[in-house]
Nanobody, 124 residues
Framework: QVQLVESGGGLVQAGGSLRLSCAAS????????MGWFRQAPGKERDLVAV????????FYGNSVKGRFTISRDNAKNTVDLQMNSLEPEDTAVYYC?????????????????WGQGTQVTVSS
C-alpha cells in the first residue's frame, strides 16, 4: 500500500512562514516526480510546485514564485515545501502527489498517488 502523508500545516499570520513535509512509504520513489498542489473551497486543485527525480528540476505556479521552495530527499523518501511571505490567498488544503516520470510533471493527471492533504490557513 502506497502512502503519502503530509504534515506541517496550520494557522499563520500574513507574512509568516510554514514548512510542509510529505513522507512517502510503501515503495521507493526513485523515478517518481513529486509535487505539491492546493485546493481552496469552491476552487479547482492547482499546481503549487513540482520537482523531478533525476536532477531536482523544479517548476512553480505563478502565484508562489519567489516565495515557495520545493525540495526532496530521495534517501528519506520525503519532499518539503518551504512557504514564505504567506498571503491570505494561500489559504487552502495542500496535497502531496507522486507521478512516474524522470522529469517534473506539471499536469495534475500525471500524478497517480495522493496524500490526504493538510490545511494551511493564513490570516490577514
Amino acid at each position: 500500500q502506497v502512502q503519502l502523508v503530509e504534515s506541517g500545516g496550520g494557522l499563520v499570520q500574513a507574512g509568516g512562514s510554514l514548512r510542509l513535509s510529505c513522507a512517502a512509504s510503501g515503495r521507493t520513489f526513485s523515478n517518481y516526480a513529486m509535487g505539491w498542489f492546493r485546493q481552496a473551497p469552491g476552487k479547482e486543485r492547482d499546481l503549487v510546485a513540482v520537482i523531478s527525480w533525476v536532477d531536482d528540476t523544479t517548476f512553480y505556479g505563478n502565484s508562489v514564485k519567489g516565495r515557495f521552495t520545493i525540495s526532496r530527499d530521495n534517501a528519506k523518501n520525503t519532499v518539503d515545501l518551504q512557504m514564505n511571505s504567506l498571503e491570505p490567498e494561500d489559504t487552502a488544503v495542500y496535497y502531496c502527489a507522486a507521478g512516474p516520470a524522470f522529469g517534473p510533471i506539471t499536469y495534475i493527471k500525471g500524478y497517480v498517488y495522493w496524500g490526504q492533504g493538510t490545511q494551511v490557513t493564513v490570516s490577514s
